[in-house]
């Protein structure tokens, strides 16, 4: 391995994790005081997109591939919704929702879960491959879904959900790259999961500070 390629391995170690600190830095720190500081992720990601000459079937936005992926994915995230809320009718957990919050809700959930899908797969997934040699490195879905899942935190549920949901994913990236497909996916399932676990397990979904606020009643002395 020469000089250039032992450089520009380290440079995308180095980027994944910089952008997962400036992250948990934002949502612990930054976000109360400067919320507009959120703009410099995508503005950092996409500038290494651009630096990089990244495709855009690369980054998960060919259509090519949302036509493969969606008739075989459509099946497993029909059934594991219809599981879910099964076992909520089961338990007698299902929020009572209007149509019309299930609507919004759905929708909201399908485009912050492709803005997600994008961060953990078009973004770290692609980095931590290309410092591991390959996609196809099994060492991939379980740093990328680690790294996802600690975004998480302090939230139990939702660390132990995204761990095994960003593994899975990352596993469906490396052979379908369809963001489109991913975001949907990712909307119905985390949906449905909000429909039918109660916030007692579940914290309402909370993460950060306002997670600890939610159950403790305050801020912490450390937190802005």
């Known amino acids: ?5 032992r450089f520009r391995r380290w440079e995308a170690l180095g980027e994944a994790f910089a952008t997962f600190a400036f992250i948990m830095l934002y949502a612990w720190k930054l976000r109360p005081l400067c919320p507009w500081l959120a703009i410099l992720v995508p503005a950092f990601t996409v500038a290494t997109h651009v630096a990089r000459g990244e495709s855009a079937r690369r980054l998960g ?16 995230v029909v059934a594991a919704a219809g599981l ?10 299902i929020r009572p929702l209007a149509p ?8 909201a959930y399908m485009v912050w879960g492709a803005c997600q899908q994008y961060l953990l797969n078009a973004f770290l997934a692609n980095r931590l491959a290309e410092w591991a040699g390959g996609p196809e490195r099994r060492t991939v879905p379980l740093a990328a879904a680690a ?10 549920f939702l660390m132990a959900v995204t761990f095994a949901g960003g593994y899975l994913s990352v596993r ?3 052979r379908y790259r369809s963001l489109y497909v ?17 916030d007692s397990i579940g914290g309402h979904f909370f993460i950060g500070p306002r997670y600890l606020m939610n159950h403790g009643g305050a801020n912490p002395e450390w937190l802005p």
């Open 84 to 93: 879910l809320l099964a076992a909520g009718a089961a338990a007698g957990t």
């Open 61 to 76: 936005f060919g259509w090519e591939d949302f036509r493969t992926a969606f008739p075989a994915l459509l099946p497993w």
């Open 147 to 156: 790294l996802f899942s600690l975004t998480h935190l302090p939230n139990w």
């Open 1 to 5: 391995m020469d000089k250039a390629t």
């Open 100 to 107: 019309r919050q299930i609507v919004g809700g759905m929708g």
């Open 172 to 174: 469906v990236w490396q």
């Open 182 to 198: 991913l975001g949907i996916a990712h909307g119905v399932i985390a949906f449905v999961l909000f429909a039918v676990v109660p």
